[in-house]
């Protein structure tokens, strides 16, 4: 036991050592607790001038008004802010020894993630030569996100999407693809539930709702429902399927261990085979069809997903007067459906083998506010003088909720940012209800956001050379309109959580 004690304490002295100095030598910023002090800084830039022509057309009253960005996509450790929560995690995961198996051996990393926590972890995972999986959704998440991931030495560990129905239909209007539902039940699709779920999803289909940026209209076509002979998917698969949500099944899918599995697939679900469809599973309760769709995103198919609840969810909505209502988390662009449903499946995970995994869950871990109450809240307050309002958008939290409790006990106020509709990592406030970090009554105000103002700041900012992602539009859009509201004249600081380089798909310049 001592020898095991000794050695354990060996090897987490010499991987706090070489994440410490990595951190240090890429110039991250971090809270060394070693010395007791915060160590590097990101750079606040003054924007002010460039916003000069926004500012007089939205309104002349907002000229006297200082902006300020936090260029945290110049951090080294994930080009975002996310860097300052991956150190602290890491270098207080080796301190506690959370990430040691009782052996004494280093446990396998698991996450769940959007991309920039996860591309930070996969970076530090191969400095010390452990095995890393991000926990994402391959229907929700771009593929820049996860070509970073993947090139940080990252693997990608996939589970399907669920989604309302109405939520699924808009999604595919905006990705110009259409969906075929599969019926997972041995039973088979009763009359009844057919009708109900042809009727809601030609409801959807003729009545879209208005997002920005969104294609007005979509095929009216019937509706693809489709059922496999001889209750495939249920009788063979289910077992399978109930593994893999349970247990990672990623590295026997690398060995080639299903390839005749997936050869089956692709013929029996044609669809599967074509991007221009997205592969929905349907059942009465939901369970199994969500774990058949988890099952066929890690064998590598990456257009399918499940519908919320199944038919239950479908058929109260259809009873209740408003059957057209939003689901808490609409996800109709990429990374924003990834949170609660990773979250369970990695703690599923972790409870079934808590020897082998080990997840820094961002969502819950402490050491992602206090990474912005050491350091970020700090830094802020040293840099720019005259601080009024920090203005942050919420994704997992800990930047949001780390600010607003540092600056609670000062005259600067945290502003929080929610876009109507998701964006890439970040979240609506019903998206954030629930979340652990969802902590409103430390915010000084709530703003919401429309999604094509944002937007068109964004292009703004753009050709003006600030090349920052969507995030911070929203939240510059957000102080742009408190200072339209207020008489004062203020001095903000925008979080800029990262650049551009994550979305340069989706928002080209025009």
Request: hydrophobic content about 35%; charged content about 25%; glycine content about 8%.
């Amino acid at each position: 036991m001592q020898s095991t004690q000794i050695g354990n304490q060996a090897v987490a002295l010499n991987d706090y050592s070489v994440v410490k100095a990595y951190i240090s030598q890429i110039q991250a910023p971090f809270y060394d607790y070693d010395s007791g002090r915060a160590l590097h800084a990101t750079s606040v830039a003054d924007i002010t001038d460039k916003l000069d022509e926004v500012l007089r057309i939205r309104n002349p009253s907002l000229i006297g008004n200082r902006f300020f960005v936090k260029e945290e996509y110049k951090n080294q450790l994930t080009e975002s802010v996310k860097g300052r929560a991956v150190a602290s995690m890491v270098l207080h995961g080796i301190r506690n020894g959370s990430i040691y198996s009782a052996s004494g051996s280093r446990k396998v990393w698991i996450e769940p993630t959007s991309g920039n926590t996860g591309k930070g972890l996969a970076e530090i995972a191969k400095l010390l030569g452990i095995e890393f999986i991000a926990v994402l959704s391959r229907l929700d998440v771009s593929d820049e996100i996860k070509t970073a991931v993947l090139k940080s030495a990252g693997s990608i560990l996939t589970i399907g999407s669920e989604y309302a129905l109405s939520d699924l239909e808009s999604l595919s209007q905006r990705q110009g693809r259409s969906v075929v539902y599969y019926w997972t039940m041995l039973a088979g699709l009763d009359g009844e539930s057919r009708a109900i779920l042809l009727h809601c999803a030609r409801k959807a289909r003729s009545e879209p709702r208005a997002l920005p940026e969104t294609k007005e209209g979509s095929e009216n076509g019937d509706v693809s429902i489709k059922q496999l002979e001889g209750g495939f998917l249920i009788d063979p698969l289910l077992p399978l399927a109930m593994e893999s949500s349970k247990t990672p099944i990623l590295q026997r899918v690398q060995r080639g261990e299903f390839n005749q599995l997936k050869e089956a697939l692709r013929k029996l679900i044609p669809e599967l085979n074509d991007q221009k469809h997205i592969v929905a599973f349907v059942c009465n309760h939901g369970n199994s069809s969500v774990a058949v769709n988890t099952l066929l995103s890690q064998l590598g198919f990456n257009n399918v997903c499940s519908l919320k609840g199944g038919m239950d969810e479908i058929r109260t909505s259809q009873e209740g007067e408003d059957s057209n209502k939003k689901s808490d988390e609409f996800c109709p662009v990429p990374g924003s459906s990834v949170a609660r449903s990773s979250i369970e499946f990695v703690k599923r995970i972790i409870e079934n083998s808590p020897e082998r995994y080990h997840s820094f869950m961002q969502y819950e871990n402490e050491e992602n506010l206090r990474a912005h109450m050491l350091t970020t809240g700090p830094e802020l307050a040293s840099q720019i003088q005259g601080l009024d309002v920090v203005v942050c958008t919420f994704g997992t939290g800990g930047t949001a909720t780390g600010l607003a409790s540092y600056f609670k006990e000062t005259k600067v106020k945290t502003f929080v940012a929610f876009p109507e509709n998701p964006v890439e990592g970040i979240r609506t406030i019903k998206g954030a209800e629930g979340l652990a970090f969802f902590k409103p009554e430390l915010y000084d105000r709530i703003i919401h956001v429309n999604n094509a103002k944002s937007n068109e700041i964004l292009r703004y900012l753009l050709k003006k050379g600030i090349e920052v992602g969507p995030s911070t539009a929203i939240a510059l859009t957000a102080a742009i309109d408190a200072a339209s509201s207020d008489e004062m004249k203020r001095t903000f600081a925008i979080i800029a959580a990262d650049g551009i380089e994550n979305y340069e798909a989706r928002y080209k310049l025009t």
